[in-house]
């Protein structure tokens, strides 16, 4: 094992105490990482020293290898102070968890040294053409690739082919490989010009022609654990990524729902004769939201909670189980977004200006919604399975 890895530090506090650690530092820098369109430099060096980018990267190579109710916890207590790094956060993780689908030697060559970390995006027009000695050339254009700019390698998902350009088929049914380059060889592509998680940093990448030697790449989503079959690498990747992000979105939304209750306290509406905290219309929705939080985090909790235990005690996560943890998040999302919503509209004017406690999240968590972890469709799936009708779960 490389003197790098074996020269970290062990931290015997949790995931939760080293974000409490940072936390004033990332909450003040937050709208400062906004303006500059991606997390400050001291905020990523302090995620660094805090080792938050290894929360689910394998013991074997210098990670955590933490349990999922911790990883939910963790990227809610993060989404209270800022969505942006929790969401880099959250992205990097999740594909540090591909550790666990590659050899050693390849693992420890990418994650070799502390600061190493992987990111990718979606492909939107990306090719592999293996080759006689099993590396493959890849060629493309990505996007949507969170957290991409603080890594040090960068995942190239792409559909393969034959030297005579016929289709590859691949394992579990699976319509891409990533394959692993370091970061130095992607051409970046600044078009992250969006409405909410500005920080993210999600822009796109391309590379022509790049040689990717045999072994750096594993199938999106489907082989986690085939290295290393421990508790977290038995959960597929969508579904790591469901839970950490879910609990995003409801440490955005307690954190605007907190603000506009101390807010109702002392606020008089403009032309009303009371305050804010004695109009009933707001302690109503005050109460309605407050429900609606609790009971999404512990449904998720919950949820997470009791699939983990049946994997510890059984190593493997029943179908049934995965299709609970797709309804608890997706649903945890969207309660989230409505209690958002109610705090948004109780603050009335004071909710518009920037700076202030309201701004940034509302359009944050509108931008959670929109992605896939926030879709719909995920409620028809399991709707779906429970009336028989198969299970039309999505994994990648």
């Avoid at 493309?140 to 350009?165: N, Y």
């Avoid at 939201?289 to 049946?310: K, P, Q």
Wanted: aromatic share 8%; proline share 4%; charged share 20%.
């Amino acid at each position: 094992m490389p003197a790098s890895i074996e020269a970290l530090k062990p931290d015997s506090a949790g995931p939760l105490e080293r974000i409490a650690r940072i936390a004033t530092l990332i909450a003040a820098a937050a709208d400062r990482s906004e303006a500059q369109g991606g997390l400050v430099p001291e905020v990523v060096d302090a995620l660094h020293e805090q080792r938050l980018f290894r929360m689910l990267l394998p013991h074997a190579y210098g990670g955590e290898e933490i349990d999922l109710v911790t990883w939910f916890r963790a990227l809610e207590a993060l989404g209270k102070l800022d969505a942006s790094t929790a969401w880099c956060v959250g992205q990097i993780n999740g594909c540090a968890a591909t550790a666990s689908a590659v050899s050693g030697a390849v693992a420890r060559t990418v994650w070799g040294d502390p600061r190493a970390a992987l990111g990718w995006g979606p492909p939107i027009n990306a090719r592999a053409v293996e080759e006689q000695d099993g590396s493959h050339r890849v060629s493309g254009e990505w996007g949507m690739a969170s957290g991409s700019r603080h890594a040090s390698w960068i995942g190239l998902m792409a559909p393969v082919f034959d030297a005579a350009g016929a289709p590859v088929a691949l394992a579990h049914g699976a319509t891409t490989r990533v394959f692993f380059v370091p970061a130095r060889q992607v051409e970046w592509i600044d078009n992250w010009n969006v409405t909410g998680l500005r920080a993210t940093n999600s822009g796109g990448f391309k590379v022509k022609d790049v040689r990717v030697p045999r072994g750096f790449s594993t199938l999106h989503h489907h082989e986690l654990g085939a290295e290393i079959a421990t508790p977290p690498y038995k959960f597929p990747l969508m579904l790591t990524f469901a839970i950490g992000f879910s609990g995003v979105a409801l440490g955005v939304a307690r954190a605007m729902l907190d603000a506009v209750t101390r807010l109702a306290i002392d606020k008089k509406p403009r032309m009303m004769e009371r305050a804010l905290r004695e109009n009933q219309l707001v302690q109503f929705q005050i109460g309605e939201a407050e429900a609606r939080l609790r009971a999404a985090r512990v449904y998720v909790e919950t949820t997470t909670e009791h699939a983990w235990d049946s994997v510890v005690a059984s190593g493997e996560l029943a179908l049934e189980q995965q299709m609970n943890i797709r309804l608890a998040t997706t649903f945890a999302i969207h309660e989230a977004k409505a209690a958002a919503s109610s705090a948004w509209e109780i603050s009335g004017a004071s909710a518009i200006f920037s700076g202030g406690p309201f701004d940034r999240r509302w359009r944050d968590i509108n931008t959670i919604t929109q992605q896939l972890q926030g879709r719909k469709t995920h409620l028809q799936d399991v709707g779906a399975y429970l009336l028989g009708l198969g299970s039309g779960l999505r994994r990648g």
